[in-house]
């Protein structure tokens, strides 16, 4: 049986709700720890000027690096009826190849991030 909910640490990044699949961060710092880290905002070529205040620790093929963002994170679930792939349009445009669906929670509209796709070098 499919599970009805996706666990994700959702956040903030100027006007816009982020959320990646909890499974893909290890933990959360107050400062980073990695040399190899970005900013969300450069990541998804954002054009917020914010400095990070909390670093979500993640793992790729080239070891441990993290993920700068602004405020608090929290954990929580996201029914999958909610979960839409990006329409075509979007995705011929998409700022990063990790941008993989939307949500629409009430009026909220959340970004949703394939984990497996982040990284500081891609």
Known sequence: MAPSQVSCVLFNTGAYQVAIEAHYVQRIDS???APRRVAIDT??????????TRWLTLHDTQGVWQLGITGE???GALPVTILQ????LID??????????LALEGN????LLNGALLGPDK
């Open 85 to 88: 792939r990006l329409p075509p």
């Open 92 to 101: 011929a445009h998409r700022p990063h190849p990790a941008l993989c669906g």
């Open 31 to 33: 400062a980073p720890t």
């Open 73 to 75: 994170s929290v954990l």
């Open 43 to 52: 990541l998804l070529r954002l054009n917020t000027l914010t400095t990070p």
């Open 108 to 111: 909220r509209l959340i970004l």
